[in-house]
């Protein structure tokens, strides 16, 4: 279910109506306002509502109709002579998320010339515990030595600051952000004092935390291309709440593919071989001096010639042991002026015998 605006709730009535007369005019005892509900204490919202019928013919409810499956609705009795009352009983599962929700119910009736009746259900929902935003760009790093100082070029923002939110009743003692967990090339600082507002009539308590998040400077041994890492908070009561960072990696350098795969092979198979194409994204001629190499993968003869493009074959050595999965890194040394050497990242996976 999606938030009601009143220009959706029109159209959504209408639609209900069909052909019927016009609804009559939602008087204060058809709409019920929940007010604040705090997701993960209250996951249902239970309300009756009276419905008479007031008019001087039997009034038959032939049809339910709700305005999303998150509601159950139900009559005490469908047939009322004039002057009779049943209950109409609406259970609402809570949705989670901040924000403000109408929940309708529409009453179909007959004789067709009673007007349809709308009943509805408002509230508030209010997460314990949040990041304001779901996704945080970082925008676009480039490594490599800039100019005689060296050091990271940034397009975007390099250090940004989101705010973790605590929604609380506002009687009761406040919770608080205990720790932001951040995986390694990101940096948090948490601001430890809150800015605290009442709303909900002072009802509710709002309490914003900084958390002022960036990119560390050492980027180099980065691969080039999109990033993602997951930031993790969680408050002195063990609510946890996340929220994903985003940053682009430019290298003046660039390998395809960025993640060489050499596949499954068979204890009796040929060590395979494969190729990466190492490329100046600035169309610069460069000289590849040395690599590095293990005891997994060798790393086979290559051109030292400057060109803006180099071809490199990796062999994977043959293998005896119990491990079946294979994985590691080859660097590459080179002579251009904003990239002294290339990381590889290679893997494979072994047959298990038979």
């Known amino acids: 279910m999606r938030p009601l605006s009143v220009c959706n709730l029109i159209v959504m009535l209408a639609a209900a109506g069909g052909c019927l007369p016009k609804p009559a005019p939602v008087t204060h005892d058809r709409t019920f306002d929940a007010g604040a509900v705090f997701i993960g204490r209250t996951p249902k919202i239970k309300h009756t509502f009276e419905v008479v019928n007031d008019s001087n013919a039997t009034l038959n409810i032939t049809e339910l109709k709700r305005s999303c499956t998150c509601t159950a609705a139900a009559v005490k009795k469908n047939l009322l002579q004039p002057g009779e009352a049943t209950d109409l009983d609406l259970e609402i599962n809570a949705n989670p998320g901040l924000n403000e929700w109408v929940v309708v119910c529409s009453l179909i009736t007959e004789p067709p010339t009673t007007p349809e009746r709308v009943y509805e259900v408002r509230y508030r929902s209010y997460p314990h515990f949040r990041f304001d935003v779901s ?31 605590l929604y609380e009743p506002a009687d009761e003692d406040p919770d608080r952000p205990l720790t932001v967990s951040v995986p390694k090339p990101l940096v948090a600082v948490l601001d430890p004092k809150p800015e605290v507002e009442l709303i909900e009539g002072g009802r509710v308590r709002r309490s914003r935390y900084q958390v002022h998040i960036s990119l560390a400077d050492d980027l180099d041994s980065m691969a080039s291309g999109t990033h993602t890492e997951t930031l993790t908070a969680k408050t002195a009561r063990g609510e946890t709440t996340s929220l994903v960072a985003v940053w682009v990696v ?69 293998r005896s042991g119990s491990k079946r999965f294979l994985a590691g890194e080859v660097t590459i040394a080179t002579d251009h002026p904003e990239a002294a050497s290339i990381p590889i990242s290679w893997s494979a996976i072994l047959k298990s015998k038979q």
Do not use: C, N, Q, Y
């Open 135 to 165: 996704t945080l760009d970082l925008g676009v790093r480039k490594t490599g030595k800039l100019g005689e100082g060296g050091g990271m070029e940034s397009r975007g923002s390099a250090k940004s600051g989101v705010a973790l939110e």
């Open 250 to 318: 430019e290298s003046p350098l660039i390998v395809s593919p960025t993640r060489l795969s050499f596949g499954l092979i068979g204890a009796d198979d040929k060590p395979p071989a494969r190729k990466v194409v190492i490329k100046s994204t600035d169309g610069r001629a460069f000289r590849l001096l040395k690599a590095s190499s293990s005891d997994e993968v060798d790393v086979r003869a290559f051109s030292t010639e400057p060109a803006a493009s180099h071809i490199v074959e990796l062999a994977l050595l043959k």
